[in-house]
């Protein structure tokens, strides 16, 4: 009896103890309350990293010149289901926030492009996206912010600056939540 | 189990170990039982045996709902899964941590309770194993001829010099000894134990242990696994969303992932063509470009299987190889919607007969599925294909193709390997062989499937455990260290000198000897050669002696006195 109670307050410090480990964020809120959509404070915004690439249609494309733009950069693949789940969204905001100046951009990852092209031919996805077959571009902005799949989302402010990200399917009302922050 | 402030008792006398009941100690007079006991308790609760079994079982019983729930860290599809099909009871088992069971506060718990269990029970026997292995010898006891091994003799030498020469024979063999203090100088004896090495070995097998788990511990909180299936003339970056599977350690977060980055330029099987071992794998070679960091320069090396590459402080492991037939569909409307190298896996029908899927979500109007199997070297026994060996000398595929809704638009995601054709239907009554280059059309105008080539691929294991090599090197410690616990006795020899048979006739000199611990025996033998070096030892000394008068002997070091001899003889004997 004394034994059990001895342990249980024992169990009890090292739960607390290993619990607090795990909090502490500064200047991230989130948008939907259970951390996949987050919107950074000012000041607290990693610089997104620049890359150059070629598009699903086959021009070059320099990211650097999306500068002075929000931008939203959405991470997909055509073989991934919840990217497929978020497309109509993605493209419904996209035609919505067009006229106010926000570009969309697409990273297509572990991709080919017969498949891509055909993806978004299905789901009347207009923006441009880039390829990055082998991930590099993922890589690089893995440094910044915790991608842990496809899809991921960001929200690049004017600046260049990762102003907000969905980590995982994207819904209307936490991509616009973002942009109206961000905006 | 434990008990720091017994450095006399034997550590391997079950008898040694305390009662764990709670007792008033010294430290509080008056009985009453103060904050130090409870803490001195609680602690000697902690590292009893008992405990220490409870929390083994206890992790064990923790362990029990990360295999029968769904797991983020492995498996993060189902559970999605699980939250769709019982919303009421996901978040409350998310908010108890089951859904990452090994990740959970409570499961750390248990484990850290363990490894501090542990830690209390070997530390302080650490300690103690210490204290024994720097203790005298005893006293030598009275009756020498009731000891196991007992000699007797007597010589023309006094007494005091008869132990003398018998220090000097004892400690030339390597004991450490104990000659009488102050108290009893009257009398004449030596002390003699050898075999403290088995304490030393003793010692090293339980720091070993200690470091053993310490580097467990390393490894499971600072280490990754992943894998990756990388198709030849692809590339891939070491980055959690490009990775297959990651299994990250407690401590370890998808920023401590090595930046490199690898492609497969080429691999290349060979295989045994004939006799006996026909179709067995005679060499592996993969052929990888990779730069370290992004922007690095880039460097090639060559995989082997038991050749990891190391980068970025984790290694690369060629893990497994396959091969990936490539196919082109076009779709009812003319448009190419699908165009690569698809892996396929090899089944346990041998030679490589592999399976496959190839899913087109994107064709018109209706998704298009196929299952497939790759055969290298294809025959025809009648009537079904089957692979005579494993290199692709003929290259066959055999699809059945669906058409419908391949469930990818929603819910959850799905394994590449495989089609569920639950609101597919067939398009083909039969499989399809196709040779490179063939193509089959699909009925009603869907349009065409053509089977281009095939490029092989490997799977890859990226591991970072940098408790792998402090592991192995405590490994062999522990294992030397039982080695010389096992194979070392711990014997004492005792001499005793008296005068006699009758008063002043001589001297009487008595030998005994016991092994503390002979489990391999050999004691005897070397008790009686002991006992016959110390004999003669004494009959020389005795003949170079001109009298047999009661002078003062030269000792070996004239006019030091004995202690202090003895502590030198100490200080040889460890």
């Not at chain 1, 996805?125 to 440094?143: N, R």
């Amino acid at each position: 009896m004394l034994a059990a109670a001895v342990l249980a307050g024992v169990l009890l410090i090292v739960v607390l103890a290993t619990g607090w480990a795990g909090s502490g964020n500064g200047g991230v809120t989130t948008v939907d309350g259970n951390a996949s959509a987050v919107v950074y404070a000012a000041g607290h915004r990693p610089l997104a990293p620049g890359f150059t690439a070629t598009t699903l249609t086959g021009s070059k494309l320099s990211f650097s010149s999306y500068r002075g733009k929000v931008v939203v950069l959405n991470f997909w693949g055509s073989w991934c289901v919840p990217c497929r789940e978020e497309a109509s969204t993605l493209a419904a905001v996209a035609a919505k926030y067009r006229p106010p100046g926000v570009s969309f951009l697409g990273v297509d990852v572990r991709d080919t492009t017969a498949s891509a092209l055909a993806f978004m031919h299905s789901f009347h996805v207009t923006y441009p996206s880039v390829s990055d077959q082998s991930s590099a571009i993922t890589l690089d902005f893995t440094a910044k912010v915790p991608i842990a799949g496809t899809p991921t989302t960001l929200v690049i402010d004017r600046t260049g600056h990762i102003a907000g990200a969905v980590f995982g399917t994207v819904t209307y009302s936490d991509l616009t939540a973002i942009l109206a922050k961000v905006g | 189990m434990t008990d720091v402030r017994a450095p006399e008792t034997d550590p391997f006398d079950p008898a040694a170990e305390r009662d764990d009941q709670p007792r008033p100690g010294s430290s509080s007079p008056g009985g009453t039982f103060g904050l130090a006991d409870w803490l001195k308790w609680a602690w000697r609760q902690l590292t009893s045996m008992r405990i220490a079994l409870i929390l083994l079982f206890l992790l064990a019983l923790a362990s029990v709902p990360g295999s029968m729930l769904p797991q983020q860290g492995s498996n993060p599809a189902s559970v999605q899964q699980y939250y769709v099909s019982h919303p009421a009871l996901a978040p409350w088992l998310n908010r108890l941590g089951l859904f990452n069971v090994f990740a959970a506060p409570w499961f750390a718990a248990i484990y850290l309770l363990l490894f501090a269990s542990l830690v209390g029970c070997v530390v302080p026997r650490t300690f103690r194993l210490a204290g024994s292995a720097r203790t005298l010898p005893p006293r030598a006891p009275r009756h020498l001829a009731r000891l196991p091994r007992s000699a007797e003799y007597t010589i023309a030498l006094p007494p005091g010099d008869a132990v003398e020469v018998a220090a000097r024979v004892l400690s030339g063999r390597g004991f450490r000894l104990r000659r009488p203090d102050d108290a009893d100088l009257a009398q004449d004896w030596v002390s003699a134990e050898k075999g403290y090495l088995r304490e030393a070995g003793n010692l090293l097998f339980h720091l070993a242990l200690l470091g053993v788990l310490v580097s467990v511990a390393l490894g499971g909180l600072f280490g990754y696994k992943a894998d990756r299936l990388l198709v030849q003339g692809q590339s891939f970056a070491d980055t959690v969303s490009a990775l297959d599977e990651f299994h990250p350690g407690r401590f370890v977060t998808a920023a401590d992932l090595g930046p490199f980055t690898m492609t497969l330029n080429r691999f290349d099987a060979s295989y045994i063509s004939s006799g006996q071992q026909r179709g067995q794998p005679s060499a592996f070679d993969a052929r990888v470009t990779y730069t370290e960091q992004p922007g690095g320069p880039a460097r090639t090396f060559d995989l082997d299987v038991n050749r990891p590459l190391s980068v970025d402080g984790a290694k690369v492991y060629l893990i497994g190889h396959g091969y990936a037939p490539e196919f082109t569909v076009t779709d009812a409307r003319g448009h190419v919607v699908y165009n690569q190298p698809t892996p396929f896996v090899a089944g346990t029908s041998g030679n490589f007969l592999s399976e496959g899927v190839v899913k087109v979500p994107d064709a018109q109007p209706e998704q298009l599925g196929f299952t497939g199997v790759f055969v290298p070297t294809a025959v025809n026994v009648g009537g079904t294909l089957e692979s005579v060996f494993p290199a692709a000398d003929n290259p066959v595929v055999s699809l059945i193709a669906y058409a419908g809704n391949l469930g990818m638009d929603s819910g959850v995601p799905q394994s590449v390997y495989q089609l569920d054709t639950g609101a597919m239907h067939r398009l083909t009554t039969s499989p399809q062989v196709l040779q490179r280059g063939q193509s089959l059309k699909l009925p009603d105008g869907r349009g065409t499937i053509t089977f281009t080539g095939y490029v092989p691929w490997v799977s890859l294991a990226i591991t970072h455990d940098p408790g792998q090599l402090p592991a192995l090197i405590c490994g062999i410690a522990a294992l030397g260290g039982l080695l010389l616990s096992f194979m070392i006795r711990r014997r004492r020899v005792f001499v005793r000198a008296r005068v006699g048979p009758s008063t002043g006739i001589g001297t009487t000199v008595q030998v005994g000897g016991l092994a503390r611990t002979d489990a391999s025996g050999g004691f005897e033998a070397e008790f009686a050669e002991l006992a016959a070096r110390l004999r003669s030892a004494h009959e020389q000394a005795a003949s170079a002696q001109p009298s047999q008068s009661a002078q003062p002997p030269p000792p070996a070091q004239p006019g030091r006195p004995a202690q202090q001899q003895a502590a030198q003889h100490r200080h040889e004997g460890e």
